[in-house]
């Protein structure tokens, strides 16, 4: 029995044991990215009546660099600093009677963040890695937009007028985020391409009420790596 655990573990061992880089080694990866964001709970009502529209992914930029130590051959763990731009994006809805109508678009909070995430990278096999971690969030800018377009009926035509809203809204969001990133990556010839899936943990909104709205979001990255 001794030793038929020993061969398994020396076959799960050798199938860990391809990280990219030596153990004690740094490595700098500068990263360019897009975030595909969501948020929970965050329907959007409309004032006067008791329509409510549902949410959708919002594309956001990301970019920033980060750094990783080789601890043990299959495990590096890496700390970054990414500029986020995140939020929350609106389907298009509009209202009606027989003389007036309605009409919403291009309704969404985006939401700028610097992004702390601490990460362990496990490799499973030759530049595969698993990756999971915690992250810290900074807030930096918020806003809130939206295109409405309002209709009346005079006679047999219609006037209509069209009003765009753009609004600082960082002060209705907490300062700080904390999440969960986990993911997944591959590494050639130090070009890296990661997809991360971070779940928010914190509740976004200042004001303490029913709902516990947070961050969703996948991230797709693309990045190159500098041996120290």
């Not at 971690?133 to 007028?161: A, D, H």
């Not at 899936?197 to 991230?219: P, W």
Request: charged share 15%.
């Amino acid at each position: 029995m001794k030793k038929i655990l020993s061969v398994v573990l020396l076959t799960v061992l050798s199938t860990v044991s391809f990280a990219q880089n030596p153990v004690g080694r740094f490595t700098v990866y500068p990263k360019l990215g897009v975030n595909l964001a969501q948020m929970s709970e965050a329907e959007f009502y409309v004032e006067g009546s008791d329509y409510v529209t549902t949410t959708q992914m919002k594309q956001g930029f990301t970019g920033g660099v980060e750094v990783a130590y080789q601890v043990i051959q299959p495990l590096s763990v890496s700390v970054a600093a990414m500029f986020s731009n995140q939020g929350v994006k609106y389907k298009d809805f509009s209202m009606s009677t027989d003389d007036t109508f309605e009409s919403w678009s291009d309704v969404a909070y985006s939401m700028n963040y610097l992004n702390l995430p601490v990460m362990a990278n496990l490799y499973v096999t030759k530049g595969l890695a698993l990756k999971v971690g915690v992250q810290v969030g900074f807030l930096m800018q918020s806003q809130f937009r939206s295109r409405v377009e309002y209709g009346k009926k005079v006679g047999e035509m219609w006037q209509t007028t069209v009003e765009t809203t753009k609004m600082n809204t960082k002060d209705i969001f907490n300062t700080v985020d904390f999440s969960l990133p986990i993911g997944i990556s591959y590494e050639y010839k130090n070009i890296v391409l990661e997809a991360r899936y971070t779940i928010g943990l914190s509740n976004l909104y200042k004001v303490d009420n029913e709902l516990s709205t947070r961050h969703q979001m996948l991230t797709f990255t693309l990045g190159y790596g500098f041996d120290l």
